[in-house]
């Protein structure tokens, strides 16, 4: 139905929205049997297969330590005083974040940027887990456990680790239904302590020669984003979180028509994510 494919549209943006936050799995094309006596058609499909399976060998790189293939435009990385201005912002009351979505505790604003067609979403809600849980949900290599809140995701690995805690990452989502091809990201990840408690999570799109566009995918692009998880003051059991990010998701799907689908998926998202922390 009509609503159907809404909702799948749906889980295939806000998985584009979630990214690579915690893409570190490498995962391979299933092989295929063919019976005796295949089909042109079987035949092709099979080829079709092998050559995949054998183009995602050539994309998994397994570079360590600081240094690595050139080519890529490595966006620079925030000083401290720019990471405090980009939080600052991000958790402001300021005007030109409009209130879109409210339910059971949690808000999603919305803000236009000027020279953009794709609109910067911010959602915020206290989560009855610690602030150990809701990390170890953007530090999960576990692909059943990152579904639980990004049911759509596909995989993901490590491109290039730069330090300790800035890396270059790939993630796949699923189609979410016929026509609509699959989205991938290739986004710079940091971890960043917060001065007065915390720690936040920063996206940015780049490129990387060892994840070129790929046919069939469309590259989608987290512009910027952030995930930031804080205490609850006087508790041990509760986390702020707040997440911003803009993305541009590709394809020829108006920027009109992802921005609402973006913004009305973020609510479900906190929920996804504040019910992982708890549940496990």
């Avoid at 759509?152 to 330090?163: N, V």
């Avoid at 016929?178 to 710079?188: F, Y």
């Amino acid at each position: 139905t009509g609503r159907q494919r809404q909702m799948r549209l749906e889980q295939l943006i806000i998985a584009v929205l979630v990214g690579t936050a915690a893409a570190r799995l490498v995962t391979k094309p299933p092989s295929r049997d063919v019976q005796h006596g295949p089909s042109p058609l079987a035949a092709l499909l099979l080829a079709r297969e092998r050559l995949r399976a054998t183009l995602a060998k050539i994309q998994v790189p397994h570079w360590h330590g600081v240094g690595g293939p050139s080519g890529s435009t490595r966006p620079l990385m925030r000083n401290p005083h720019e990471v405090e201005n980009f939080i600052a912002d991000a958790t402001s009351g300021a005007r030109s974040w409009v209130p879109a979505v409210q339910r059971k505790g949690f808000t999603v604003w919305r803000r236009k940027l000027p020279n953009s067609p794709h609109v910067y979403v911010r959602g915020h809600g206290v989560f009855e887990a610690p602030p150990s849980s809701v990390i170890a949900l953007f530090e999960s290599s576990d692909a059943d456990f990152i579904r639980k809140y990004n049911p759509m995701y596909d995989s993901g690995w490590d491109l290039e680790r730069y330090d300790a805690t800035t890396k270059a990452a790939y993630g796949k989502v699923r189609a979410a239904f016929p026509g609509v091809r699959p989205r991938d990201t290739v986004s710079l990840i940091s971890r960043r302590s917060v001065r007065g408690g915390g720690v936040a999570f920063f996206q940015d799109a780049m490129v990387h020669p060892a994840a070129p566009p790929l046919r069939g995918i469309v590259r989608a692009k987290i512009l910027r984003g952030m995930f930031l998880i804080q205490a609850v003051p006087g508790s041990a059991t509760r986390a702020n979180f707040t997440f911003c990010q803009q993305v541009d998701a590709g394809g020829v799907i108006p920027a009109w028509v992802m921005n609402r689908l973006i913004t009305g998926e973020a609510i479900s998202f906190l929920q996804r994510l504040e019910r992982t922390a708890r549940c496990g």
